[in-house]
T-cell receptor
Framework: DTGVSQDPRHKITKRGQNVTFRCDPISEHNRLYWYRQTLGQGPEFLTYFQNEAQLEKSRLLSDRFSAERPKGSFSTLEIQRTEQGDSAMYLC????????????FGPGTRLTVL | AQRVTQPEKLLSVFKGAPVELKCNYSYSGSPELFWYVQYSRQRLQLLLRHISRESIKGFTADLNKGETSFHLKKPFAQEEDSAMYYCAPIPEGYQKVTFGTGTKLQVIP
């Protein structure tokens, strides 16, 4: 296990298209987080899972965003009907629940919406 | 409202000079505080957490509950310290990490 991985690393799409990103956490980590980061800002929390349960969603996450972690392992983040404002770096992180502040981040998926 | 502030977007220091990256927070209770770092073309990673009270890469951070600050310090900056630094509190009894806007540290040779 080489750490948290994300796929794809880059995605360019046209406005209105749907996109899906995948995150594979560190295998023994039961917590998985999604963040969005735009230029000049720190990561903004989007949602997190404890095993397969989605425990919190940010108000930033509109109805066009959905995340799943069906078997408590990998997770997907889908954005429907993308808008130019969705262009950002999408980060995934994982942790153990006992040490939830100690998060291990993936390399991110950079989304560009044209 | 819960808030974390990193007042400096950019901090430039000469190699060998002391460094202090400021972080102020506004949280009820006793949050747990972290510093994360992102080196150029690398992923975000944990630098240190206040509970551990340890020094990592020469950096230390003291939690000042009276001033609600958690400043990151290093006595002698090195060129390899150049990076983005994010202060990140977790509210007491809660799970979500909130990141500050970050400070870019630039160490001038």
């Amino acid at each position: 296990d080489t750490g948290v991985s994300q796929d794809p690393r880059h995605k360019i799409t046209k406005r209105g298209q749907n996109v899906t990103f995948r995150c594979d956490p560190i295998s023994e980590h039961n917590r998985l987080y999604w963040y969005r980061q735009t230029l000049g800002q720190g990561p903004e929390f989007l949602t997190y899972f404890q095993n397969e349960a989605q425990l919190e969603k940010s108000r930033l996450l509109s109805d066009r965003f959905s995340a799943e972690r069906p078997k408590g392992s990998f997770s997907t983040l889908e954005i429907q009907r993308t808008e130019q404002g969705d262009s950002a770096m999408y980060l995934c992180a994982s942790s153990l629940s006992e040490t939830s502040g100690t998060q291990y981040f993936g390399p991110g998926t950079r989304l560009t919406v044209l | 409202a819960q808030r974390v502030t990193q007042p400096e977007k950019l901090l430039s220091v000469f190699k060998g000079a002391p460094v202090e990256l400021k972080c102020n927070y506004s949280y009820s209770g006793s949050p747990e505080l972290f510093w994360y770092v992102q080196y150029s073309r690398q992923r975000l990673q944990l630098l240190l957490r206040h509970i551990s009270r340890e020094s990592i890469k020469g950096f230390t951070a003291d939690l000042n509950k009276g001033e609600t600050s958690f400043h990151l310090k290093k006595p002698f900056a090195q060129e390899e310290d150049s990076a983005m630094y994010y202060c990140a509190p977790i509210p007491e009894g809660y799970q979500k990490v909130t990141f500050g806007t970050g400070t870019k540290l630039q160490v001038i040779p």
